[in-house]
């Protein structure tokens, strides 16, 4: 399966236009933003939980990285309230599941093989806009005022994932757990809404596109 997988191009996935599509797992749904690969995938997904739902247990090999956006995400390392950033390194194994049904952001087969660093960040504290930095990608939060603008190097390419309020970047508006993807060498030009902005951004990843194996 192949979803937005020209990473050349400028792409952008708004929540309310995108369906739905089952899972494997009952009660698991998602919203595909980019994928290569079937079950087994590099994939940046939105993930829906009934409650009570659960995955079979899994190992990452490749890493996964997600922010609960609603509800509560759960597995044998603890509870995940929305607002929660969390990095499983490669190697990792869990059982998704929650019991009141949740909402993530999630991203698949995009670490270092090597990293084995275990992230666990509350988003909504205050100062929690740092959230991983290494040799081949930044990610943090983007917190702006109404009317702010902010202008971010997309050098090596970026990603924009809203949280909350809205932006507009370039001849695009978007809104709440709306996705925008830009391409090497491009440049970000953030304008907040009259409600400010809250997103997820992560830059200098793009140069070198990881694949899981199977993929």
Known sequence: MRVNANFDERVVVRFDETPWVPSPSPGVERKMLDRIGGEVARATTIVRF?????????????????????????DELGDFPAGMYVRNPPT??????????????????????????EVRIDTSAAGADELFSDQDEHVRMLRLEPGEMAQI?????????????????????????????????????FVAGDQGAKLWVKTGHLRQIRMPETA
């Open 153 to 189: 190097s997309a050098t090596d390419g970026l990603e924009a994932f809203v949280l909350a309020g809205s932006v507009t970047e370039s001849a695009d508006h978007l809104g709440k757990w709306d996705w925008l993807r830009l391409p090497v060498d491009a440049t970000a030009e």
């Open 50 to 74: 009934a409650p009570d739902s659960q995955f079979a247990p899994h190992t990452h090999d490749g890493g996964e990285e997600y922010i609960v956006l609603d509800g509560v995400f759960q």
């Open 92 to 117: 990792s194994r869990h059982t998704p599941a929650t019991a009141p049904g949740c909402m993530i952001f999630v991203k698949l087969h995009q670490f270092d093989p090597a990293d084995r660093e």
